[in-house]
């Protein structure tokens, strides 16, 4: 079963050309959606620990900040 993407690539080129680049190529947007995809699952995964160590079911920005140190 293909992996679902939840980030749209029109939002990677924004992204890239933010940060400079003039031209971006699908790739390159296919390749930071992944990085990025990636990294916030990692980061929502322990973020859903500290909230249950808290005894929380609710996901607050202080376990976000705490799951990305």
């Known amino acids: 079963m293909p992996r ?3 980030l749209p690539l029109a939002a990677m ?3 890239l050309k933010k940060s400079g ?3 971006v190529s699908e790739d390159a947007k296919e390749a930071l959606r992944g ?3 990636e990294t ?4 929502g995964e322990k973020a859903v ?3 249950a160590h ?3 079911t609710t996901v607050k920005a202080a376990d976000i900040h705490l799951a990305k140190k």
């Open 4 to 6: 679902e993407n939840i």
């Open 35 to 37: 990085l990025l995809e």
């Open 49 to 51: 620990k500290f909230a």
């Open 21 to 23: 680049a003039a031209r």
């Open 54 to 56: 808290s005894g929380r």
């Open 40 to 43: 916030a699952k990692e980061v």
């Open 13 to 15: 080129e924004k992204l």
